[in-house]
């Protein structure tokens, strides 16, 4: 009892957590017919890797075939070794993010106990962590994004502890180096969660190199690049680039030498800043935190200060050369991490502050107080509901178009070519040797598009030199990379449409026959296989053309 007492905000917050969860589990279930599905095909390819890892020995989405399409060695990893114990099977990823959640919230109660007295304003930081962060979205994902918020935490926890340490010029030499390898091991573990845990780790590193710990900066660089590196020089020797084609094809390729490359340089950031809101909001606060607590003498040394500037620069760069959005995900860990040490950094800096010396200022002062507040907290607020009220149907939308297609796959084209845009599913459920015309698992493909010719003569060529006798892709795949869209001589058997598209490219996938031949058994199975869709899915079968053959 006595330790339900002391520590009620934490195991509040986690009852909050697994009572959200299941609710939205019951409501993403009923809109995909009892199955558990996740909220992109993303995840399906780190599962398909992972299986193909333990049955093949193969890293790739094709049995057999090496493909460096993971954004995450640490989780596509990790998948590896459950499914070796226990077998594949497409659970794993959604209990394991409820056990990884479960353990971030730990660490931040944890952590902010470490400035917070108060219980009930504990437990409200961790609620807003799990409504904004979003944590219920960030697990039905299925990703790696809750794992990378948790080592991203401990590193920068642990980080921030050793520099403030070291500026303080403390003589317990011995913990100080306990700390070091702390450091260590939690960025080797940070820059293999995801490519990006390398802007934290590299934030780090300068204040190291400022510091003048060259040998340590010196050993921690090496160490943070070694198993990215070691896995680059692999997929080298294999034939793919150094990083893996995912994040090659996000990256920055506007045009800044002429006046519309910049125009449409700085109209793309006015789009980051709106769809990011709550971090832009977080960085500004930060900021301002910052700098009042830098007129305090001593106070920039302290671990919340040395904290603010390694999420502020971290936020920096994650902003200037990764990618933002796409279902809440990719700036998700600087959200959470941005809640915890804003907060905690608001708290430290209100030490003292009586309610009593609050509510005796002038009302103009305590509005200005409040609409603060409320702008701080909205766009929190805001994402975290937007993000659970389209959750449900979001899993519905991969249920009727991906899954939908893998299962057609794995009926009717099993262990055969098919040249697909979305490979997660196909490949998982499917079991195909995957064609991908988006390249992220093609070399072929990859470097036609990073080339500039990447063509629908480009595209018809490789499909058929692989030996695919069909295609199952967006038609309006033009949009992306291909100039000129689907190639003209693939006969377009059908399409799928669904409705209320959250998630999916395109709301209608089509059915194309790239070997004429294979045009009437093509028609035939997806005939068959669209009359046992869900009644929700709309099926059209095209005409064919004048000249069959």
């Given amino acids: 009892m006595r330790l339900i007492k002391n520590h009620w905000p934490i195991l509040a917050a986690l009852i909050c957590l697994y009572l959200l969860m299941a609710v939205i589990t019951f409501m993403a279930m009923k809109h995909c017919d009892g199955h558990i599905i996740y909220l992109m095909d993303d995840p399906y390819i780190h599962m398909t890797i992972a299986k193909n890892l333990v049955e093949h020995g193969v890293w790739g989405v094709t049995a057999g075939q090496f493909a460096s399409s993971s954004s995450s060695l640490l989780w596509t990893g990790l998948l590896a070794g459950i499914y070796y114990i226990f077998g594949s099977n497409d659970i794993t990823p ?32 961790l609620l807003m962590i799990i409504w904004a962060g979003p944590l219920p979205t960030l697990i039905f994902l299925g990703l790696e994004h809750i794992l990378h918020i948790l080592i991203a935490l401990a590193f920068l926890y642990i980080s921030a502890k050793y520099l403030a340490s070291t500026s303080q010029q403390s003589a317990n030499n011995s913990y100080s180096n306990r700390q070091q390898w702390w450091v260590l091991i939690l960025g080797i573990i940070l820059s293999t969660a995801r490519y990006e845990g390398l802007f934290m780790v590299f934030v780090v590193w300068i204040y190291l190199v400022i510091r003048k710990q060259f040998k340590f900066a010196f050993a921690f660089g090496i160490a943070v690049l070694l198993i990215p590196g ?4 692999y997929s080298l020797s294999r034939g793919w680039y150094i990083l893996p084609n ?37 960085v500004i606060v930060g900021l301002s935190l910052y700098i009042i607590n830098g007129l305090k003498k001593g106070k920039l040394s302290n671990i919340l200060n040395i904290s603010l500037v390694i999420f502020l620069f971290t936020a ?23 809640i915890y040490i804003v907060s ?43 993000s659970s009220a389209i959750l449900a149907a979001t899993s519905g939308n991969i249920y009727e178009q991906q899954y939908q297609m893998g299962h057609f796959l794995r009926e009717y084209y099993q262990n055969q070519p098919v040249a697909v845009n979305d490979i997660g599913a196909t490949s998982y459920y ?15 493909i990859t470097r036609a598009i990073r080339g500039g010719y990447y063509t629908p003569e480009f595209i ?12 199952i892709i967006y038609d309006n795949i033009k949009d992306m990379y291909l100039a000129g869209g689907v190639p003209e001589n693939w006969i377009k058997i059908g399409c799928w449409g669904i409705a209320n598209n959250n998630v999916c490219y ?19 199975h997806f005939i068959e296989y669209s009359k046992k869709l869900p009644d929700r899915i709309t099926w059209i079968l095209e005409p064919l053309p004048p000249t069959k053959y």
Avoid: C
């Fill in 94 to 125: 959604f209990v394991l993010n409820i056990i990884i959640s479960s353990l971030l919230l730990l660490l931040l109660y944890r952590f902010a106990s470490k400035y917070i007295r108060s219980n009930i304003l504990k437990f409200l930081i």
């Fill in 230 to 233: 070691l896995f680059g020089l």
């Fill in 246 to 282: 995912s994040v090659l094809l996000k990256f920055d390729t506007l045009d800044y030498s002429s006046l519309r490359g910049i125009a449409n340089y700085i109209f793309r950031d006015i789009i980051k800043f709106y769809w990011v809101k709550p971090m832009v909001v977080l």
């Fill in 316 to 338: 920096w760069l994650h902003f200037r050369l990764a990618d933002i959005g796409w279902y809440y995900r990719y700036e998700a860990y600087l959200v959470i991490i941005g």
């Fill in 344 to 386: 905690v950094a608001l708290v430290d800096m209100l030490n003292g502050i009586t309610w009593n010396s609050i509510i005796t200022k002038p009302k103009s002062v305590l509005l200005a107080i409040s609409v603060m507040a409320v702008i701080m907290l909205f766009p929190l607020f805001w994402r975290g509901s937007v």
């Fill in 430 to 444: 499917g079991e195909i040797q995957t064609i991908d015309v988006w390249g992220l698992a093609d070399m072929d």
């Fill in 460 to 471: 018809d060529v490789t499909a058929k030199a692989k030996g695919a006798k069909i295609a």
């Fill in 506 to 524: 395109s709301d209608s996938v089509y059915f194309y026959a790239i070997d004429r031949q294979e045009t009437d058994s093509l028609r035939s």
